[in-house]
Nanobody, 123 residues
Framework: QVQLVESGGGSVQAGGSLRLSCAHSGSAYLTYCMGWSRQAPGEDRRRVSVIYTYTNSTYYADSVLGRFTISQDSAKNTLYLQMNSLKPEDTATYYC????????????????WGQGTQVTVSS
């Protein structure tokens, strides 16, 4: 099992930026595919972005394409999500997830999850 700890959430005004971080325990076999999902109150958890850590291939949901950037620092065992041009509809709890080798897409189910970090965007 991979331990995942998110940080970096907060409150910003529309148009602002935040960078989320996800520190993980670093098991390469269990973190081939990592990503971010978000869940707003009363809604299902939805995938925002994923990265195949072996090749750095990335995928984004249409709603964040061009505004969010997922990246990793393997030396620090940390996953990032840079969020720019934030909108009120980006308000949600953001979760970091991971799984081992295999499919890595926006629909890939994750095996391990962090506890989440809250992002609130005001208009």
């Amino acid at each position: 099992q991979v331990q995942l700890v998110e940080s970096g959430g907060g409150s910003v005004q529309a148009g602002g930026s935040l960078r989320l971080s996800c520190a993980h325990s670093g098991s390469a076999y269990l973190t081939y595919c990592m990503g971010w999902s978000r869940q707003a109150p009363g809604e299902d958890r939805r995938r925002v972005s994923v990265i195949y850590t072996y090749t750095n291939s990335t995928y984004y949901a249409d709603s964040v394409l061009g505004r969010f950037t997922i990246s990793q620092d393997s030396a620090k065992n940390t996953l990032y999500l840079q969020m720019n041009s934030l909108k009120p509809e980006d308000t949600a709890t953001y979760y970091c997830g991971a799984r081992g080798i295999g499919d890595c897409s926006l629909s890939t189910p994750f095996r391990d999850w962090g506890q989440g970090t809250q992002v609130t965007v005001s208009s």
